[in-house]
């Protein structure tokens, strides 16, 4: 069996089981480099089996499928990640308190210390990810925005494989576990070329904003973060050269410029696009006061709440089980 195979076949299986796989790097948890949340989304065997890809740019991509993960939102689940002993001792005392968890399907995480995701069903639920509250060894990867969730048979940087413990079809949480989920911490951004991002992320997730796709740096090439090239919206000789004062940060969706020192995430690249605010000014803060006139600009470019279409959805679904016709 050649590399690669078993995961390939795993992620066809996950495609007949409602899920939407991602092909992951070796013994990471970053999805293939030149894979595209919203532009490659894996829903056939045929595109599973598929080595090789062409994105938006015209440039081959290599899909190679060393480690699987999934894609919680456009899988109708989300999924709580127990880390560890402090991980699971912090899961039994919310257990003592509340009453033991359903079965669902479950996965053991191939981490040295031990570990558990839980799958649950998301239907009618919007989860951002982020530490469930007051528990700091519990992840939460939601339905809403771009998450990944490892599923076996992945190999772990520890050398062992995730393996389902329960493949079942995920179940319903209980109440007094989405109650929590509700009142998590939002996972801390990190800092990026010395900026932490404002508080832009609920939007962001919301309207699946993406800083390559509103301002991708012109005559870029390629860096171990993501893109570096000419800012897309100004020039500058000031700070790195005119050619080479931009640069992205993929997997974090976050930019900076060099030439201002100042960055940030999507959806302040998405106000300087729109001249809402300057490039120089994106620092943190930047956006107070100005939330009401970036929605409006992103409703008028086309862009769709993602959480008012599910609300939209959920309506009319419990209208047509009541036997309303629409």
């Known amino acids: 069996m050649k590399m690669g195979d078993l995961e390939q076949k795993e992620a066809i ?18 999805p293939k480099k030149g894979f595209k949340f919203s532009k490659m989304v894996v829903d056939t065997e045929e595109k599973v089996k598929r080595t090789v890809w062409v994105n938006d740019d015209g440039n081959e991509v290599r899909i190679l499928w060393a480690g699987v993960g999934i894609h919680p939102g ?31 399907r479950t996965v053991k995480s191939g981490r040295i210390d031990g570990g558990m995701h839980y799958h649950w069903d998301a239907t009618g639920l919007f989860v951002h990810s982020g530490k469930l509250a007051q528990h700091e060894h519990i992840d939460i990867k939601g339905n809403v925005g771009n998450t990944i969730a490892v599923v076996p048979p992945t190999m772990h ?3 062992n494989r995730y393996e389902y413990l329960n493949r079942c079809k995920p179940v319903a949480a209980p109440d007094w576990l989405v109650k929590l989920v509700s009142e998590k911490t939002p996972k801390p ?3 990026t070329a010395g900026y932490t991002p404002g508080t832009g992320s609920l939007i962001t997730d919301d309207y699946g904003l993406t800083c390559v796709e509103i301002g991708a740096p012109s005559n870029a090439h390629q860096t171990d973060q993501g893109l570096q090239g000419m800012h897309p919206f100004h020039g500058s000789t000031t700070g790195k050269d005119v050619s080479n004062n931009f640069s ?13 020192q100042s960055g ?34 992103l409703k008028s470019d086309g862009y769709r709440s993602r959480v008012r279409k599910e609300e939209i959805n959920t309506a009319r679904r419990l209208l047509e089980n009541a036997g309303v016709k629409l």
């Open 13 to 30: 299986a996950l495609i007949e089981e409602g899920y939407s796989p991602i092909p992951l790097v070796a013994l990471d948890k970053k």
């Open 189 to 191: 951004s990190r800092e």
């Open 264 to 297: 940030g995430g999507a959806l302040e690249l998405y106000a300087i696009r729109r001249g809402i605010i300057k490039c120089e000014d994106a620092k943190p803060g930047c956006l107070d006061g100005k939330i009401p006139e970036i929605i409006q600009a």
């Open 248 to 260: 992205v940060n993929v997997g974090k969706n976050t930019w900076y410029c060099f030439a201002h």
């Open 74 to 104: 456009r899988s109708n689940v989300w999924v709580m990640d127990v880390d560890g002993e402090e991980g699971f001792a912090e899961l039994k005392e919310l257990t003592n308190k509340y009453g033991e968890l359903p079965e669902t």
């Open 157 to 159: 940087k520890s050398g």
